[in-house]
């Protein structure tokens, strides 16, 4: 039984991609909702792909694996939808030569490139597909991949791409009433690594940080200390979201901002941790534990405001 069909003998939805375009309101928005749940999922399966931002232009990059002064691997983003039709052959030949035309001029070369579609292609354009694809391979070597529909359920089917599902197409669910909030000592934590990170970011108010990361740590310290193996579970689970959500929107920083600091990235985190509903409900926890929880990763020296965030953590 696959991860798929075990979710659906579970009683779990199936994955709609029409969902996109429910969060969003409109195509253009679900275009974007989808290259962002496609940087998360990825991230999620490949450690260490990242997001390109398209500033002023994206290169034929959506998401990228691998070092751009070598070899990579570029994932392209396509929301066609409800089926992939003789439309879209234009724009898939004219993404993927984008891509070989930036990869040239900017010293880099291209080992595989792998488009995404949350939908089929109907028969006349698969057809095509297999006939184009294998003639660029040939033409080019570049390994050319579809990852369509039944290949993305899949993926969001894997327990590492959990909070990706959850967040992007499980259906809202009231969690429990979240744990009462508790008032962070007068003066604390001011030398507190994640304190000083917020400093060098520029960041003059921390005191709401504070609250929020002794909320967190106690929420953590209480979790260890009942040692109950669920719940331990959740508190896991909950660390890996809020770091993947900073990492994403950290690689979409420091590609759009050329300095150390980098403008609106904690807003942006923040922003979404408190929008999520990705996290596991057993940890009774609300947007406050939630953002606390990110904090906590900047305490143990995993992430940061800056650019050079790791400098600060060693000094």
Request: glycine content about 8%; overall charge neutral.
């Amino acid at each position: 039984m696959t991860a798929a069909t075990a979710r659906l003998a579970a009683g779990e939805p199936p994955i709609n991609f029409a969902a996109h375009q429910f969060r969003a309101g409109n195509m253009a928005g679900a275009r974007d909702d989808f290259e962002q749940m496609l940087a998360m999922l990825i991230a999620a399966v490949f450690p260490g792909a990242r997001a390109i931002a398209a500033h002023p232009g994206d290169w034929g990059i959506d998401v990228l694996l691998g070092d751009l002064s070598g070899l990579v691997v570029i994932w392209q983003s396509k929301y066609f939808w409800p089926v992939v039709t003789r439309s879209a052959q234009a724009q898939i030949r004219e993404s993927f030569e984008s891509a070989l035309t930036a990869a040239e001029r900017n010293g880099y070369a291209i080992r595989q490139w792998v488009l995404c579609v949350p939908s089929s292609m109907e028969p006349a354009t698969a057809q095509w597909w297999d006939r184009w694809r294998a003639r660029r391979q040939r033409e080019t070597g570049v390994v050319i991949e579809l990852w369509h529909e039944t290949v993305l359920r899949g993926l969001l089917a894997r327990p590492d791409a959990a909070h990706v599902r959850r967040h992007y197409y499980d259906p809202f669910a009231p969690a429990e009433r979240p744990r009462p909030l508790t008032q962070a000592p007068a003066g604390s934590f001011e030398d507190a690594l994640f304190v000083r990170q917020l400093r060098a970011a520029g960041h003059v108010e921390v005191e709401s940080a504070k609250h929020e990361y002794f909320n967190a740590d106690l929420l953590a310290r209480e979790t260890l200390d009942k040692g109950v193996q669920g719940e331990i579970d959740a508190l896991g689970e909950a660390d890996s979201i809020v770091n993947g959500i900073w990492e994403a929107r950290f690689n979409a920083g420091t590609g759009t901002h050329p300095g150390d600091r980098l403008p609106g990235l904690h807003a942006a985190v923040m922003g979404e941790i408190r929008e999520s509903r990705a996290f596991p409900a057993g940890l009774r926890a609300g947007p406050v534990h939630h953002c606390g929880l990110m904090h906590r990763v900047v305490q143990d020296r995993r992430a940061g405001w800056t650019r050079h965030w790791r400098r600060v953590a060693e000094q």
